[in-house]
Structure formats: structure tokens, C-alpha cells
């Protein structure tokens, strides 16, 4: 059976409207899905998360999409890019956050800048995730609070990913107000 994986942000939880939504979605499209809560959202660290994604997917296969949301996207591409001789269908990005600008560490605070520092410097084996996956989309916003549209360009050009940008929907999260992303059913069969 076909496996999609949604892995969600930064203090966040799969009990999200839009979660909820685009799990919905896939069990209508027979998808099995399995969006796990991760382990500290507030305060998340990589091991933990690599840790609890390799644990919910350990039959991962040629039909399954990874989903993830704000660094639940780095989380996915991190994981991804560790398989070995096994290939995913498809890596759906939504709000693929990378960096912490410099508006952002100033309202947030040094606490916030020490947790997202290694997020931000460990690196990212991009050959590998090419070579894991054979799609990738990376969704914007074009009023992402956190997510700037300059990262689409690091998308395309690492990934060769298929780019959507969005028109007002925030960081796609409950504070910007999205329930559902209806935009993103174009990309699962």
C-alpha cells in the first residue's frame, strides 16, 4: 500500500487544520498516512527528529510521498537524503524554511537563533535527496513571515524541484488562518 509520511514544523503538531486536511485527502486517494507528533516541537533538534521519521518508516517505498511543513521539511530532505538503495516517489515542501533572517532573530531572540543554528549549518547531502526521490515541490507563500521567496531559487537549483508560490497564505500555518491547501492535490495521484 501507498505511504504518505507528514512531518510537521517548528511548535507544531498533526493536529494542525491543514494536517488534518491534506491527511484527509490522501486516505481519499487510498494513501495510508501516518503524520506522528515529533518529539519536542517546541524546542527541535535533528537527531530526535531523523531518529523518529526512520522509525515510522521503515518500509518506506517506491510509492510513498514524504510531506513536510517548516523545518518538518528539513527534517524530511535530512532523512531522505540518508536511504539507501531505496527511492521515493515524491517530497511535497510546504513552507520549506532554511535560514533565520535577520528580522526574525531579532523578535525571536538568541534562544530561538541557538536552536535553529543547527539546523541552519549542518549540511544537507542534496546529491543524495535527487538521487532518493524522483519528484520534489517546493510551495511558497509570497507573504511568508519566515520563509523567504529567495528560497525557491535553492529549491530549483539543488533540487530541480517544481516551484508554487502562493498568493497570501502566510507560513500555511493556523496563525495565517489555512485550513486546507486544495493546490497541492494536483501533485498526488
Known sequence: MKTAYIIHGWDGSPEEPMHKWIK????KRKYKVIAPKMPNP???KIKPWLNKIAEISSN???EDIFIGHSVGC????RYISTLKNKKISKIILIAPWMHLDEKTIEEEGEEVKEMAKPWMETPINWVNIKKNCNEIIAIFSDNDPYVPLS???LFKKKLNSKILI????GHFDPSSGIKELPEILRYIK
Do not use: I, R, Y
Open 24 to 27: 484527509n485527502q490522501l486516505e
Open 74 to 77: 528539513q527534517a524530511v530532505l
Open 151 to 153: 528560497n525557491a531559487d
Open 42 to 44: 517546541e524546542k527541535p
Open 166 to 169: 502562493l498568493h497570501k497564505k
Open 60 to 62: 518506506v517505498g517506491n
